[in-house]
């Protein structure tokens, strides 16, 4: 594997790695006998559905019980680049696919992206048409426009990163699309002088330095007094009903569920958009500063959402997120080893279908999954969806909501339908 960036810690994390996925292999394997009874037993006559009386499943996962409230069905989510949103993608796709609803969808896979969003970029969308139930995919923010799109009870909610580990991601995606880093070569010559390398207002550049910042519809151009930013972050966390953390995945993931008022499993999901991790590299503390220093304006609104996540957490209560969360793993794992070839995430040369093959871009190997070939009809229709890559799984509902019209051609009732 070619060294990318020079940082030189690829063995050590890849090592960690390898010691954590062994725990978590070994944990698989003893668990595998109560996995078969718990796929056996509760699992199989219905597997998706609510699963049946709880004393089947004995110290299994407890089901999700039906909650004393509505499920929400109309969301905004602003999916932020590099955060861990295509999981999140994942879980509103199979939701709104399961529940029937309507997304508000892009021509291709973005809305014009990095230009702000326009309701007339969703498809199917008329001035005085109908309102759509889901939006999730890639846009730079524009409240106003969005509510031409989007119902006014819709729950608006984002993910937001450490802009340290964001830019990291940003600059080995891409690398070869933006001038500033294709001008720098590695990170860290970039970072020893990134005014050097970047131009504000270059095409590709806002992927270069405070990218949350953009995609969330401020500009990271105009000038900033930290009153002008604290009123910025106001306004976002106005419009904003909840913003998950990427470095909190599963704390994110249990307040979305409650905030949503879904089940357990609508909120159970793989890891997709997944980097191989030998390709991942961690930053001394110098250049972390460095990169943090960078990003300014990302810094500000990471660390303000990081505060409001945790005051929500707080709230939430931390033992019960503590139990919330251990059945939200128990229950990832038991479905990873359920439903994926080798329990896990594959490499994309390891992934025969390219209906499962995930988007190959940028410098390292995006990971995905491949389904068991032996699985009963509704279990394989269920471990599919949750093993789609967002691009397929777009096309997928695209056609579902957009049904090619039927061909001109007239088929005699004996020819049959098909
Ligand atoms: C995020 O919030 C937690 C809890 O208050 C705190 O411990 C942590 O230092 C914060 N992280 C950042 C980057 O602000
Ligand atoms: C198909 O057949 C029906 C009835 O035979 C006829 O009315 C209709 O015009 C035909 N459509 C086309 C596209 O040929």
């Given at each position: 594997m070619r060294v990318l960036f020079g940082c030189g810690h690829f063995r050590l994390l890849w090592a960690a790695l390898g010691i954590s996925m062994t725990l978590g292999f070994t944990i698989q394997l003893l668990g595998v006998s109560f996995q078969k009874r718990v796929f056996s037993s509760r699992l199989l006559p219905g597997p998706w559905g609510p699963p049946a009386k709880a004393a089947a499943a004995g110290e299994g996962v407890q089901p999700s019980p039906a909650p004393p409230c509505q499920p929400r069905k109309h969301l905004v989510f602003l999916k932020t680049h590099k955060t861990g949103s295509s999981t999140i993608v994942n879980i509103l796709h199979r939701f709104g696919d399961s529940q029937g609803l309507q997304f508000a969808l892009p021509a291709r896979y973005q809305f014009s992206y990095p230009n702000p969003f326009q309701a007339r970029r969703v498809k199917g969308w008329h001035p005085k048409g109908r309102l759509f139930d889901i939006l999730c995919h890639h846009m730079r923010f524009s409240l106003l426009e969005v509510q031409r799109v989007m119902h006014s009870d819709s729950f608006y909610f984002s993910i937001v990163r450490d802009p340290v580990s964001l830019a990291e991601s940003a600059f080995s995606y891409y690398r070869g699309v933006v001038p500033a880093f294709r001008r720098a070569g590695t990170l860290l010559e970039f970072l020893a002088s990134p005014h050097h390398f970047y131009r504000p207002g270059e095409r590709g550049n806002h992927y270069a330095r405070n990218l949350l910042w953009f995609d969330f519809g401020l500009d990271p151009l105009a000038s900033q007094s930290p009153a002008l930013i604290r009123a910025a972050l106001a306004e976002l966390e106005h419009v904003f009903h909840l913003v998950l953390v990427t470095e909190h995945m599963d704390e994110s993931l249990v307040l979305l569920r409650h905030a949503l008022c879904w089940t357990l499993d609508d909120v159970v999901a793989f890891r997709h958009?997944?980097?191989?991790?030998?390709s991942v590299c961690t930053l001394e503390p110098s250049h972390a500063a460095r990169l943090r220093a960078w990003n300014n304006l990302d810094w500000h609104l990471y660390t303000h959402f990081n505060r409001t996540f945790w005051a929500r957490v707080e709230r939430f209560g931390y033992a019960r997120m503590a139990r919330e969360m251990t059945m939200l793993q128990k229950r990832r794992a038991e479905l990873m080893q359920h439903c994926l070839q080798g329990g896990g995430p594959l490499g994309p040369g390891d992934i025969a279908d390219e209906h499962v093959r995930p988007f190959q871009f940028g410098q390292a190997p995006i990971l995905g999954y491949a389904v068991q070939p032996s699985l009963a009809p509704e279990e394989q229709k269920v471990c599919q969806r949750m093993a789609m890559p967002e691009l397929q799984y777009k096309d997928f509902l695209d056609a579902k909501q957009f049904p090619a019209p039927p061909l001109q051609v007239n088929v005699s009732k004996s020819q049959g339908a098909r």
């Open positions: 958009n997944l980097r191989s991790p030998e």
